[in-house]
T-cell receptor, first 116, second 112 residues
Framework: EAGVTQFPSHSVIEKGQTVTLRCDPI?????LYWYRRVMGKEIKFLLH????????ESGMPNNRFLAERTGGTYSTLKVQPAELEDSGVYFC??????????????FGPGTRLTVT | DAKTTQPPSMDCAEGRAANLPCNHS???????VYWYRQIHSQGPQYIIH???NNETNEMASLIITEDRKSSTLILPHATLRDTAVYYC?????????????FGSGTRLSIRP
């Protein structure tokens, strides 16, 4: 069974540009999460989808970040316009709905974003 | 989340058991203990979780004290590939959200 996949693995963009990250969760996993690790800091939660609905977006840093999950399958995270402080590694994770407790999450390899 | 305390770093000889401690003295009765790890340049990896009984899987064993205020993750025969940051996490007992709050973890180094 394929794990969580993320694309691209690396992205280097200039300040002010737009970048879109993609995450494909494990098939059948309705929970999808985005996290990120900024250099030297701890891994931080960004948001949580249940199918196509945003369950919790309390970790989104500002309105330059837009996450979507149309159709409840893959998800995209768009950063527009990118700022230097957005550099870091963005992780996606998925888990099954209805699994109690639901903190058994499976992470992708991450997208390393560098804003210059 | 119940606060957890872990040593910032540990080391262990290859082939020996690695015992990683975690204190969670404010844990509530229905809160689980989860362990994750992050190997360099990879995404975090779920290892194991438990409530009050000891648990074992193909990766590790989890020993939770009877009062549940602390636990130990045991890697029975550590290899160089087990070098990683290990996170002990105690999520809230009930929540419609299921975000993981990672702390700073324990950096485990396995020496040859």
């Amino acid at each position: 069974e394929a794990g969580v996949t993320q694309f691209p693995s690396h992205s280097v963009i200039e300040k002010g540009q737009t970048v879109t990250l993609r995450c494909d969760p494990i098939s059948g996993h309705d929970n999808l999460y985005w996290y990120r690790r900024v250099m030297g800091k701890e891994i931080k939660f960004l948001l949580h989808f249940v199918k196509e609905s945003k369950q919790d977006e309390s970790g989104m840093p500002n309105n330059r970040f837009l996450a979507e999950r149309t159709g409840g399958t893959y998800s995209t995270l768009k950063v527009q316009p990118a700022e230097l402080e957005d550099s870091g590694v963005y992780f996606c994770a998925s888990s099954q709905v209805g699994r109690d407790p639901s903190y058994e999450q499976y992470f992708g390899p991450g997208t390393r974003l560098t804003v210059t | 989340d119940a606060k957890t305390t872990q040593p910032p770093s540990m080391d262990c000889a290859e082939g020996r058991a690695a015992n990683l401690p975690c204190n969670h003295s404010t844990i509530s009765g229905n809160e689980y203990v989860y362990w994750y790890r992050q190997i360099h340049s990879q995404g975090p990896q779920y290892i194991i979780h438990g409530l009050k009984n000891n648990e074992t899987n193909e990766m590790a064993s989890l020993i939770i004290t009877e009062d549940r205020k602390s636990s130990t993750l045991i890697l029975p025969h550590a290899t160089l590939r087990d070098t990683a940051v290990y996170y002990c996490i105690v999520p809230p007992g009930y929540s419609s959200a299921s975000k993981i709050i990672f702390g700073s973890g324990t950096r485990l180094s396995i020496r040859p």
